[in-house]
């Protein structure tokens, strides 16, 4: 169940998605068993060519029945209504080298699916899509890095192309252009590990002040007594 659509737009002026944009998405897709109450995580990896600039980046997704999407492990959007699509405007996340979307859906009750579909457009006129099909993993629901490329993905199943679906959504909400989100400065790796590294040198500084301090005391005592011996004698 894989085509091309050009869907309406119901969206607000001000966060317009792209009706005459044509975005492919893919197929329903879930776990190989569904039960209610059921949550379902998703996984893929999207390689921006070396060198490359991103013209344009949207993506399209919805859930039954709900969803948390994450891009390079950030949330950029939620949704809770199956009849109709979000658009993500996600070019600013998407430079060059690997990055990850992930999905953490729930299903109420039911049957269930995920259907999405990505369109990169690059500088040079290539044109790239990520859309829901078999390629996608099912990561289990204890693991911690899931958002992240790890060596546990070619162990995680591969999710499960449905076909009971009659189709996609005609209906396009346009979400605000997401931003990946800038660390402050005290939280960025290279400061902590700055930090440490200056704390371990202050205190290696402190100890051997404080040594030759001790040293330096024993040393006037002990010239003390010899002074009063001699003295005494």
């Known amino acids: ?12 002026a001000d966060t317009p998605p792209s009706p005459n944009l044509d975005i492919r998405v893919g197929s329903w ?16 990896s999207v390689e921006i060519p070396r060198g490359a600039s991103v013209r344009l980046a949207r993506l399209r997704i919805t859930v039954d029945n709900a969803y948390e999407l994450f891009l390079d492990g950030q ?12 658009e993500y ?21 039911d049957v269930a699916g995920l259907i999405c579909g990505l369109r990169v457009e690059l500088e040079d006129g290539r044109v790239m899509e990520i859309v ?17 490329v790890t060596q546990a993905w070619e162990k995680w199943p591969a999710a499960t192309v449905l076909s009971f679906w009659t189709g996609p959504p005609i209906i396009v909400y346009g979400a605000p252009p997401s931003e990946p989100i800038e660390e402050p400065l005290w939280q960025q790796r290279w400061v902590l590990v700055s930090l440490l590294l200056a704390a371990v040198v202050c205190g290696l500084t ?28």
């Not at 085509?3 to 969206?11: E, Q």
């Not at 949330?75 to 979000?86: E, K, L, Q, T, V």
């Not at 078999?134 to 899931?146: E, L, M, Q, Y």
């Not at 003390?224 to 011996?229: F, G, L, Q």
């Open 1 to 12: 169940m894989t085509a091309m659509f050009v869907l309406a737009s119901a969206a607000p």
């Open 29 to 44: 897709i879930w776990a190989s068993e569904t039960h209610d109450r059921q949550e379902c995580r998703f996984v893929r």
């Open 75 to 86: 949330s950029i959007g939620r949704g809770n209504s199956w009849h109709s699509f979000i």
């Open 89 to 109: 405007d996600v070019k600013k996340f998407l430079h060059p080298g690997t990055h990850v979307l992930a999905v953490s859906a729930l299903n109420d009750f």
């Open 132 to 148: 829901s099909d078999g390629s996608w993993k099912i990561p289990p629901n204890n693991a911690r890095s899931w958002k992240k």
């Open 206 to 233: 402190a100890l051997f002040l404080a040594s030759r301090l001790i040293i330096q005391s024993r040393m006037r005592a002990l010239v003390r007594r010899e002074r009063a011996r001699i003295a005494e004698d």
